[in-house]
Nanobody, 116 residues
Framework: QVQLEESGGGSVQAGGSLRLHCTVV????????MGWYRQAPGKQRELVAS???????NYADSVLGRFTISRDNAKNTINLQMNSLKPEDTAVYYC??????????WGQGTQVTVSS
């Protein structure tokens, strides 16, 4: 059984920073990719950042230069450092994991609110 446990969301003023954490509980092999999506009210879920198994990192254009994704294999965590936050970054952020076998797993979501 695989579970993704998120933490680190909250409220911050524009220009501030937050750091999200996602801990993988359970099987830690066969991971093809991990990362973060977000969904703002009334909008579709969008990919924020991801790390592919070979180490390739991808970012949405809207967060490039402001967000940094990292993986700590020893702690089985994936983190998202968010700097220079903007009100348009307000959303529920979801950690995800995609396995080589085709299975996808999602965290419960953590709210990030950026006030102007």
């Amino acid at each position: 059984q695989v579970q993704l446990e998120e933490s680190g969301g909250g409220s911050v003023q524009a220009g501030g920073s937050l750091r999200l954490h996602c801990t993988v509980v359970g099987r830690i092999f066969s991971i093809a990719a991990m990362g973060w999506y977000r969904q703002a009210p009334g909008k579709q879920r969008e990919l924020v950042a991801s790390i592919i198994s070979g180490g390739t990192i991808n970012y949405a254009d809207s967060v490039l230069g402001r967000f940094t994704i990292s993986r700590d294999n020893a702690k089985n965590t994936i983190n998202l450092q968010m700097n220079s936050l903007k009100p348009e970054d307000t959303a529920v952020y979801y950690c995800f994991r995609s396995d080589f076998g085709g299975d996808d797993y999602w965290g419960q979501g953590t709210q990030v609110t950026v006030s102007s």
